[in-house]
């Protein structure tokens, strides 16, 4: 029997948020180092067997930010070559402007994959 569509409303709106929330959480790893990706895991774990939304973004959130994380490491060691601060402050703009792109299209319901990222989780 088919759900009641108000109920199916509720649930994709719900989906939408939590989804939407996957990718915010990416925004506390400027608190503190790798909170970008705990962030997203939490809300993943804790979604991604109600939602198959929210499965699909935590996804594609936390491969975006292992990828974020790794550039910020090599940029790192490019410092001491003085090509890494121009990269660390790069990184950072490039970063902050996709999770809000991805949380806002996410919050509208539409799924977002980032332009680039290296898929570490399938």
Not at 32 to 59: C, T
Not at 61 to 87: D, H, R
Request: hydrophobic share 50%; net charge positive.
């Amino acid at each position: 029997m088919d759900e009641n569509p108000g109920i199916r409303k509720e649930k994709n709106k719900q989906a939408s948020t939590w989804g939407m929330f996957c990718h915010l959480a990416a925004l506390l790893g400027l608190i503190a180092p790798l909170l970008n990706i705990l962030g997203p895991f939490i809300v993943w774990l804790m979604k991604k067997n109600e939602f198959p939304f929210v499965d699909e973004q935590g996804k594609e959130s936390m491969n975006f930010q292992m990828t974020m994380t790794l550039l910020t490491i090599l940029a790192l060691l490019l410092v001491f070559v003085k090509i890494g601060i121009l990269l660390l402050f790069a990184i950072g703009i490039v970063d902050v402007i996709f999770v809000v792109i991805a949380s806002v299209r996410t919050s509208n319901g539409e799924s977002y994959h980032y332009p680039f990222k290296i898929r570490f989780i399938k």
